[in-house]
């Protein structure tokens, strides 16, 4: 998916559909940085991945399609989305850091194999408003929320059955 094509999403600060390249960019330059073709090719990227990534799978897309972007780029590149609220660390545990597009998408929770890591996303629109119910009773204004199951997954029970 390139950045400058037709990928719109609503921006939330003025309820209007721009690319979410747009948004990016006016991050970077509230920041005094600049949107480089790297940076650029890291968003690509991100928006490539289906559900909760990894930098590495970041690196592998890029790799695959020919390109190639230095380790400490893909991660200050995934900072800066992450500061922008583009996308959100998903708190699975374990030393990687995981990561999911988080604007213009609804709440996900996600179920965490302990045994396997095994990572699966669910919908959960009742978070929302669950959220907003807490944050409004607490006098806080929601940002997100993150709902993350850890658990053993069907196959590492039969693993587990079958030893």
Same mark, same amino acid.
């Given at each position: 998916? !390139? *950045? ?26 509230? +920041? ?5 073709? #790297? ?24 790799? !695959? +399609? ?10 200050? *590149?995934?900072?800066?989305? +992450? ?5 959100? #660390? ?11 597009? *988080?604007?213009? +998408?609804?709440? &996900? ?6 045994? *396997?890591? &095994?990572? %699966?996303?669910?919908?959960?629109? #009742? ?13 806080? #204004?929601?940002? !997100?929320?993150?709902? %993350? ?11 587990? !059955?079958?030893?």
């Amino acid at each position: 998916m !390139s *950045t400058d094509g037709p990928a719109q999403m609503a921006d939330a600060t003025d309820g209007i559909m721009v690319p979410l390249c747009a948004v990016f960019r006016r991050f970077l330059k509230k +920041q005094g940085l600049k949107f480089t073709p #790297e940076r650029a090719l890291v968003l690509d990227a991100v928006l490539a991945q289906g559900g909760v990534f990894e930098a590495d799978d970041v690196d592998a897309h890029l790799r !695959s +399609q020919g390109h190639r972007v230095g380790k400490a780029t893909i991660y200050r *590149t995934l900072r800066h989305l +992450q500061d922008a609220g583009i996308i959100a #660390e998903v708190l699975i545990g374990g030393k990687q850091a995981h990561y999911r597009l *988080t604007f213009g +998408q609804p709440p &996900r929770g996600h179920l965490v194999c302990i045994e *396997t890591g &095994r990572i %699966v996303e669910f919908d959960a629109p #009742e978070l929302e408003r669950l959220r907003d119910r807490i944050c409004q009773e607490h006098g806080f #204004e929601a940002v !997100s929320v993150q709902v %993350v199951i850890h658990g053993i997954s069907p196959e590492a029970r039969q693993e587990r !059955s079958g030893d």
